[in-house]
């Protein structure tokens, strides 16, 4: 079975400039979820998709972040415009579902460096 | 923000020794869910165990869970150096529309030869 996968991998940009993220979630899975990692925290929910309707936004910084999920499928995470505490690594988990007890697999990330 | 609160931070063993790691939450969960995190792997579910479990076996891995405690522990028996990483716990609260993880600030396991 395939696995979560995102590109890019690494990316570095200017503070100001923008950036996006892409996630191919595991075939079948109906939730989708991006997570901010911090360097030496561990990651944090910004945004939830059940299938391709948001559920949770609630740590999503709205004025500079966005994300789409096209089709229930893949997803996109943007920052416009970037500033220096966006440097993290950006995971995507997916899921069967968003019920009490399933299992989320994760990507391997796209760390992002803002100078 | 972080639910979870792991402890030890950083945690130095040798190859064979068992780990402790704790983890201690503020909220109410519906079940509460270990993940480990390397370079090679990436973040990785370990083991599951809900609200109303005390204990869960999964190979080298034992969690206990005490909901009056608001605290989980996992122990990894007979240690590896492939199980050097960073561990992290993470609660799950099931809001009535979707399922939320928020994961705790992490120990980081070393294991020496």
């Known amino acids: 079975e395939a696995g979560v996968a995102q590109s890019p991998r690494y990316k570095i940009i200017e503070k100001r400039q923008s950036v996006a993220f892409w996630c191919n979630p595991i075939s079948g899975h109906a939730t989708l979820y991006w997570y901010q990692q911090i360097l030496g925290q561990g990651p944090k929910l910004l945004i939830q998709?059940?299938?391709?309707?948001?559920?949770?936004d609630s740590q999503l910084p709205k004025d500079r972040f966005s994300a789409e999920r096209l089709k229930g499928v893949d997803s996109t995470l943007k920052i416009q415009p970037a500033k220096l505490e966006d440097s993290a690594v950006y995971l995507c988990?997916?899921?069967?579902?968003?019920?009490?007890?399933?299992?989320?697999?994760f990507g391997p990330g796209t760390r992002l460096t803002v100078t | 923000s972080q639910q979870g609160e792991e402890d030890p931070q950083a945690l130095s063993i040798q190859e064979g020794e068992n780990a402790t790691m704790n983890c201690s939450y503020k909220?109410?969960?519906?079940?509460l869910q270990w993940y480990r995190q390397n370079s090679g792997r990436g973040l990785v579910h370990l083991i599951l165990?809900?609200?109303?479990?005390r204990e869960k076996h999964s190979g080298r891995l034992r969690v206990t869970l005490d909901t009056s405690k608001k605290s989980s522990s996992l122990l990894i028996t007979a240690s590896r150096a492939a199980d050097t990483a960073s561990y992290f716990c993470a609660t799950d609260l099931y809001t009535g529309t979707a399922s939320k993880l928020t994961f705790g600030t992490g120990t980081r396991l070393q294991v020496t030869l």
């Open positions: 988990a997916s899921s069967l579902g968003s019920g009490r007890t399933y299992e989320q697999y």
């Open positions: 998709f059940q299938n391709n309707g948001v559920v949770d």
């Open positions: 165990i809900r609200s109303n479990e």
């Open positions: 909220t109410s969960i519906n079940n």
